[in-house]
C-alpha cells in the first residue's frame, strides 16, 4: 500500500499554511516518483505545532512541526518517509508526545488521527456505535444514560444534560427540535470548531442520539459565520452522512427519522446565547427572551427544544457506546467526565487539552503550556471568555471544577484559558470588556445596553486621572447595577472581569488616583 | 466572495425564491444575497419583504442587527482584524493600529481604489496561535506586522494580473 502522509486541514493549520505545504509535498511525491499519498487529517490539537506533517512508520506515526513550505524538500532529503528523525523539526511518534501522552481523550480520541469526513475512518474507531445501541433502546433508558453520566452543559452554564432531555422527552408535541449551539463566540476557545473540522460525525451522531432520545426529528445546527472552514466540512459531512443512511427518513434501517441543517449567524456574540440564538434561528433580530419559558418547553418556534453546545452534543457518542457510568468514573465533585480546554493568547504549546476534572490551573499553563510564548513572566490569565474574571497568580492553584471556580469568583464556562504575559495593561483590559458588551449587547435592557457605554466613559475618565476617586465609586456602583439589573449574562458578567480588574490589578486602572 | 457582481431584480427574486420555504428564511436569503453580491442592495429589501410578508422596517431591522451584514459594496477583499482578547495577549492592538496606517482608512471603510475594506472581528476561533485576520474566507495566523504587509501585498497583486 501506498505510503500515507498527513497534512492537517483544521482552520489553523490552514491559517499557518498547510495548503502550500500539501502542495509542496505532492511536487516531491511527484518529482522524486514515491508511492506516497497525501491524506488531510483533522489536527491533533497540538496548534504551536501546526501545520504539523506526519508520516506513517513501522513504528507508527512519526511527526514533523510547525513545517514550512520551505522545508519540505529538505524534509525529503533527511528521509521523512523512512522514519528518520533527525530533522530538528522532527518531534518523534506523536502519540508519546507528552502534550498529548498526559490527556484523557474521550471526546476528542480520534481528533488528527483520522481524515475528518471519512465514514469509513470514523467507524474504524467506534464511530455510530452509541447511535446503533440508541436505535435500540427506549427514549427513556437514553435519557437515563445521559443523566448517569453526570454530563453537564459544556456551553457555560454547566446545566445537566440529562435534565435537559428529560423535560423535552416529557414535553407532547407533534414536532420538537435538536439545536447545536456553534456559536462558540468566547476569545480563547475553539473546542468546538475542533469538533466541527476534525470529527464533524461525533457531532452529527450525538445530536442524532438526542433526537431520537426526545422524539425530535429535525436539528439544526447554528454555525457562527466566523468558521468558514467548519461550515463547508460539516456540510460536506452532512451530504455524506444522509447518502450512507446514518441521516434522512430512516436511520439505518430503523424506520426513525432524523434531519440536519447548518445555519449561519451572522456576527453577534449574543447569539450564543440560547434564546437569542432561537430568535436568530427563526429568522429575527437576536434579542434575548425572558425565562421562563425554558426553551426545553417553548423553543424554537414555540416548540419542545434542546439546545446543546457542540462539546455536550459530542461526548453523547462516547456515553451511549461505553455507557454513562464509564463516563462519570472520570472526574471530581458534582464535575463528571472530562472538559476539553483550550490554551490560547501568549502561551508556548497552545491548543487542545482533554482532562478529567481537577488538574489546576497552573499545571495546565506549565506544565501543558509551557509557560508564555514571549518567554516573560505570566501576569493574568481570563478563564471563561469575555465575560470570566481575570485571575492573578494567588488564584492559579484552583482545581478546574465548576464549584471550585465559582467559589472564587470565576467562571470555567467554555473552557478557554487566555494568558497574558506582564506587558498587559489589565486598565486597557478593563475597558475592552466594558467596550464588548456596549458592542455585542442585544440592547433589550438598560443596565447593559447604557451600562456599558457608561462604563467605557467612566473608565476613561479613571485612566486620565479625571475625579479619580469618585469615578472608582461610580464604576463600582454601576458593575452592581448591571449586575443586578441585566436580564441575561452578557450585561449580568461583564462587570466580572472589570471587577477583577480593580480588585487584583488596582494600580493598573488607575495610576493617578 | 464574488465581490461586484452585476445584480438585477431578477436574479435576487431568484435566489429568495430558492430558500423562502425554509423555516426561519430570512438570514439564510440574507447570506445567499450577500454571498452572490457582496452586500444586500436597498432594492432587495423591499423584495425580501414582500417575499416573507414583513415590512421593510422589520427587514432593515434585521439586518442592521448583525454585524456581518452590510448594505453599501465592500471592496475587492475584505480584511477582517480579530480584536479579542487573546488576539489582544498577542499584539493585535499594534497590529490594528498598523493596518489602519498602512491601509489608510478606519473599521467599516474600503479604501479609494476599492482594492480593501477593514472590518473589526471578535474572534476566528484561531486563538492559540494569533495574532489572527481573515482576508475573504481565508484565516492567517501569526500575522506579524511584516506578514501583514505581504498579505496585503499578494492581494494587490491579484488585482494588477486579473487588470
Ligand atoms: C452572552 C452569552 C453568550 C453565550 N454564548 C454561547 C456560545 O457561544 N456557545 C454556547 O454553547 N453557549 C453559549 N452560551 C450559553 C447558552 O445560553 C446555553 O446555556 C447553552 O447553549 C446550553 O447548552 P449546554 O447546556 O450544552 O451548555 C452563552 C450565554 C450567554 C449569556
Ligand atoms: S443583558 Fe444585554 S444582552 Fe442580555 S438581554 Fe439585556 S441588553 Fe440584551
Ligand atoms: S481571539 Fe483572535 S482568533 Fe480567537
Known amino acids: ?513 | 466572495m464574488t465581490v461586484g457582481k452585476e445584480w438585477t431584480e431578477q436574479s435576487i427574486q431568484r435566489i429568495i425564491d430558492g430558500l423562502e420555504h425554509k423555516p426561519g428564511a430570512m438570514l439564510p436569503i440574507l447570506h445567499a444575497i450577500q454571498n452572490e453580491i457582496g452586500y444586500i442592495p436597498e432594492k432587495a429589501v423591499a423584495q425580501i419583504a414582500e417575499s416573507l410578508l414583513q415590512t421593510r422596517a422589520e427587514v432593515h431591522g434585521v439586518i442592521s442587527f448583525y454585524h456581518h451584514f452590510r448594505t453599501t459594496p465592500p471592496g475587492k477583499h475584505t480584511i477582517e482584524i480579530c480584536r479579542a482578547e487573546a488576539c489582544q495577549a498577542m499584539g493585535c492592538r499594534s497590529l490594528e493600529a498598523h493596518a489602519k496606517q498602512s491601509l489608510g482608512i478606519d473599521y467599516h471603510q474600503t479604501t479609494a481604489n476599492r482594492q480593501f475594506s477593514l472590518e473589526p472581528v471578535y474572534c476566528l476561533g484561531n486563538c492559540a496561535t494569533g495574532p489572527s485576520i481573515r482576508i475573504d474566507d481565508d484565516i492567517h495566523g501569526r500575522v506579524s506586522l511584516d506578514r501583514f504587509d505581504e498579505l496585503v501585498a499578494s492581494h494587490q497583486q491579484d488585482m494588477k494580473e486579473v487588470g
Open chain 1, 1 to 513: 500500500m501506498s505510503q500515507r502522509i498527513y497534512i492537517p486541514c483544521d482552520t489553523t493549520a490552514l491559517s499557518l499554511g498547510a495548503d502550500q505545504i500539501a502542495e509542496a509535498v505532492q511536487q516531491e511525491i511527484e518529482q522524486r516518483d514515491l508511492d506516497a499519498t497525501i491524506v488531510r487529517n483533522g489536527s491533533r490539537g497540538m496548534l504551536w505545532l501546526e501545520p504539523l506533517v506526519e508520516v506513517d512508520t513501522a513504528q507508527g506515526r512519526v511527526g514533523y512541526g510547525a513545517v514550512s513550505a520551505q522545508q519540505v524538500s529538505a524534509l525529503f532529503d533527511a528521509g521523512m518517509l523512512d522514519g528518520n528523525q533527525q530533522h530538528e523539526s522532527c518531534i518523534g511518534l506523536v502519540e508519546e508526545h507528552p502534550f498529548l501522552k498526559k490527556q484523557q481523550r474521550l471526546t476528542f480520541a480520534r481528533s488528527g488521527i483520522t481524515d475528518p469526513i471519512s465514514i469509513e475512518d470514523y467507524i474504524a474507531l467506534d464511530g455510530f456505535n452509541g447511535l446503533k445501541n440508541a436505535i435500540a433502546m427506549q427514549p427513556q433508558n437514553i435519557v437515563d444514560e445521559v443523566k448517569t453520566s453526570g454530563l453537564r452543559g459544556r456551553g457555560g452554564a454547566a446545566f445537566p444534560t440529562g435534565i435537559k432531555w428529560q423535560t423535552v422527552l416529557d414535553t407532547p408535541s407533534e414536532q420538537k427540535y435538536i439545536v447545536c449551539n456553534a456559536d462558540e463566540g468566547d476569545s480563547g476557545t475553539f473546542a468546538d470548531r475542533l469538533v466541527m473540522e476534525c470529527d464533524p460525525f461525533m457531532l452529527i451522531e450525538g445530536m442524532t442520539i438526542s433526537g431520537l432520545a426526545v422524539h425530535a426529528t429535525q436539528g439544526y445546527i447554528y454555525l457562527r459565520s466566523e468558521y468558514p472552514v467548519a461550515h463547508k466540512l460539516l456540510n460536506e459531512a452532512i451530504e455524506r452522512a444522509y447518502k450512507a443512511g446514518y441521516l434522512g427518513e430512516d436511520i439505518l434501517g430503523s424506520g426513525k427519522r432524523f434531519d440536519l441543517e447548518v445555519r449561519l449567524g451572522a456576527g453577534a456574540y449574543i447569539c450564543g446565547e440560547e434564546t437569542s440564538l432561537l430568535d436568530s434561528l427563526e429568522g429575527k433580530r437576536g434579542l434575548v427572551r425572558a425565562k421562563p419559558p425554558l426553551p426545553a418547553i417553548v423553543g424554537l418556534f414555540g416548540q419542545p427544544t434542546v439546545v446543546n453546545n457542540v462539546l455536550s452534543f459530542a461526548a453523547v457518542p462516547y456515553i451511549l457506546d461505553k455507557g454513562g457510568q464509564s463516563y462519570a468514573d472520570y472526574g471530581m465533585g458534582r464535575s463528571r467526565g472530562t472538559l476539553p480546554l483550550q490554551l490560547a493568547g501568549n502561551v508556548k504549546q497552545g491548543g487542545l487539552v482533554e482532562l478529567a476534572f481537577g488538574i489546576s490551573l497552573r499545571e495546565l499553563m506549565e506544565d501543558f503550556g509551557g509557560g508564555t510564548l514571549t518567554g516573560k513572566p505570566l501576569k493574568a490569565v481570563q478563564v471563561g471568555g469575555p465575560l470570566g474574571a481575570y485571575l492573578p497568580a494567588s488564584q492559579w492553584d484552583t482545581p478546574v471544577d465548576y464549584e471550585e471556580f465559582a467559589a472564587v469568583g470565576a467562571v470555567l464556562g467554555h473552557g478557554g484559558v487566555v494568558m497574558f504575559d506582564e506587558t498587559v495593561d489589565m486598565g486597557e483590559q478593563a475597558r475592552f470588556s466594558m467596550e464588548f458588551c456596549k458592542v455585542e449587547s442585544c440592547g433589550k435592557c438598560t443596565p447593559c445596553r447604557i451600562g456599558s457605554t457608561r462604563g467605557v466613559e467612566v473608565i476613561d475618565r479613571i485612566r486620565s486621572g479625571e475625579n479619580a476617586n469618585a469615578n472608582w465609586v461610580l464604576l463600582e456602583d454601576l458593575c452592581e447595577t448591571m449586575i443586578d439589573g441585566s436580564l441575561c449574562a452578557m450585561g449580568g458578567m461583564t462587570p466580572f472581569p472589570v471587577q477583577s480588574v480593580m480588585k487584583y490589578f488596582p494600580e493598573e486602572l488607575s495610576a493617578a488616583r
